[in-house]
Nanobody
Framework: QVQLVESGGGLVQSGGSLRLSCAAS????????MKWYRQAPGKERELVAA????????NYADSVKGRFTISRDNARKTVYLQMNSLKPEDTAVYYC?????????WGQGTQVTVSS
């Protein structure tokens, strides 16, 4: 049974930091690209950061470059999103995503709220 379980969301003041975690099970984690998406109220879901399964290269949305860092621990089957210098516009539900070829899985999401 595939599971992606996010944790680490919460309420933080502008300029603060949070670290999201996504624990995976039920699939071969190391070969999957792991991504973080977010969806703010009234907006479409957007890709925030991604880590490839092989090589571990990363890429980021322009809006978070220099502030967010995605990392993965293949032994623990966990992907992280370190978020620094948070802004009110980062407020959203953050979703973990796993993708490999035609297989794709989603977590349930974790709320991040940044107060001004």
């Amino acid at each position: 049974q595939v599971q992606l379980v996010e944790s680490g969301g919460g309420l933080v003041q502008s300029g603060g930091s949070l670290r999201l975690s996504c624990a995976a099970s039920g699939f071969t984690f190391s070969i999957y690209a792991m991504k973080w998406y977010r969806q703010a109220p009234g907006k479409e879901r957007e890709l925030v950061a991604a880590s490839t399964g092989v090589g571990g290269s990363t890429n980021y949305a322009d809006s978070v470059k220099g502030r967010f860092t995605i990392s993965r621990d293949n032994a623990r089957k966990t992907v992280y999103l370190q978020m620094n210098s948070l802004k009110p516009e980062d407020t959203a539900v953050y979703y973990c995503n796993a993708q490999w070829r035609y297989s794709e899985y989603w977590g349930q999401g974790t709320q991040v709220t940044v107060s001004s």
